[in-house]
């Protein structure tokens, strides 16, 4: 099964929960990203990554490479628009 077969079904119901147009917005901007080139600067599997200092959820301040010791670490960042107008209030 391809990875996008295996998606449809999440990405089914995330468009279900989303207000009307917010998932059309979001796909609209991955292409974007896509097609920008900017994924060609991503890290490649097995890349080591840059030595960070990160705000964690308490507000205190965690370093992934800290915490590598214990096992795989995954970094996760969200972006958010200024307004309400991906959610489709604006």
Known sequence: MSFKSQMAAPC???ACELPKGSFDKLQAEVANLHFSGK???ALKAG???PDLQLPDRTGGVICPNDVLEGGPVV???Y???KDDSL???G
């Open 12 to 14: 089914s119901k995330v």
């Open 87 to 89: 959610l489709g209030a």
């Open 79 to 81: 972006a958010f628009p």
């Open 75 to 77: 970094v996760c960042f």
């Open 39 to 41: 994924r060609r600067a």
């Open 47 to 49: 890349e080591a990554a």
